[in-house]
């Protein structure tokens, strides 16, 4: 068995875990976003972390990706009926989860050990793990003022220009010990082909987190979410234009220049390939696009092939 850990936030963070998930000889432990992490109806919802619950588990909505399938929204209809504010979809089944997680919260209880318990009851034989228990919640700045990521991305529909990003909550936060540990007993880690600005750098951000990552001892491989310039879900190329960064795979592989040695973009990249070189970085060519399960899968083995054959060179 190969232990792989996987750095991931949104619906591409959650295909390719999926993708690595099913390939048997692989122990997956995924750490994931919280930073778009926000109160609706009094109820605590991690949208990046139930993606990946609702997909390891088989029980995602797999037409948006995100989401339960065949599920219902009444509680919803009740309260818009009764004039709440209901531009956030959640379902009724959701609400269930989010429920949960509240109640635990209330308790006491610690954030890493509810999804801990939550995996477990949906039957999920990979590892989800919290970068921090702390709460930490990306802001985004627009003509309009700043907006929690939950306003923008939803209610706005990602068309205020970003002017500004900030990560609320870093300085009361630390790494996990079960994000520590997946580091450093991992063989491979990979960075997921997420939006690097809102699901990857906030867990980057962490303190103590960027440590661990140096201090580990597995190959680091990060995939790049564009192709040809353009994010196949979500807003990653304008949000990286609008603040002045270039929106290919160099711009993304710039966030990475200094913590992934292998980079990996879209068969359509083909010619900045040597400016990701430039960077210090061994890059890839492969079909990143993942429209089903044979193609996350496919992405999956592709990497774990790639990391077989660095780990070669490196035994001679």
């Known amino acids: 068995m190969t232990r792989v850990t996987l750095l991931a936030g949104g619906v591409g963070g959650a295909k390719l875990a999926e ?13 994931g976003n919280v930073a778009d992490d926000e109160e609706f109806h009094g109820l605590w919802v991690s949208p990046d972390i139930d993606t990946m619950l609702y997909t390891l588990s088989g029980r995602v909505n797999r ?10 929204n009444r509680a919803l209809e009740m309260l818009n009926c009764l004039g709440a504010n209901t531009w956030m979809f959640l379902g ?26 939550i995996a ?32 923008y991305f939803v209610r706005e529909r ?11 909550g870093l300085e009361l936060s630390k790494i996990t ?15 997921a082909p997420s939006n690097p600005l809102v699901s990857i750098l906030p867990i980057l951000k962490i ?44 711009g993304v592989a710039h966030f990475y220049e200094n913590i992934a040695a292998h980079f990996l973009m879209d068969s359509h990249d083909f010619g900045l390939i040597d400016e990701v070189s430039k960077l210090g970085m061994q890059a890839y060519i492969a079909d990143i696009f993942m429209p089903d399960l044979e193609g996350k ?18 035994s001679k």
């Open 19 to 31: 993708g690595l998930a099913g390939i048997p000889e692989i122990a997956l432990t995924v750490i």
């Open 63 to 72: 037409d948006q990706g995100w989401g339960l399938a065949d599920e219902s």
């Open 92 to 117: 009724d089944r959701d609400f269930g989860l989010h429920i949960y997680r509240t109640e635990r919260l209330r308790r006491g209880d610690r954030p890493s050990d509810i999804l801990t318990d």
């Open 120 to 151: 477990s009851k949906l039957g999920i034989n990979s590892k989800i793990v919290l970068p921090t228990d702390a709460k930490v919640q990306t802001r985004v700045l627009t003509d309009g003022g700043w907006l929690s990521f939950q306003e």
């Open 158 to 168: 990602c068309q205020p220009e970003v002017l500004e990003l900030s990560y609320d």
């Open 177 to 191: 010990a079960e994000a520590e540990l997946a580091l450093n007993e991992a063989e491979l880690i990979i960075i």
């Open 207 to 250: 303190p103590g987190f960027h440590a661990a990552l140096q201090n580990a001892t597995a190959p680091i491989f990060a995939v790049s979410p564009l192709i040809a310039g353009k994010a196949l879900k979500g807003p990653a190329d304008r949000m990286l234009t609008s603040l002045n960064y270039r929106a290919d795979s160099v």
């Open 297 to 314: 899968v496919r992405l999956a083995r592709e990497i774990l092939e790639l990391y077989k054959n660095v780990s070669r060179v490196d």
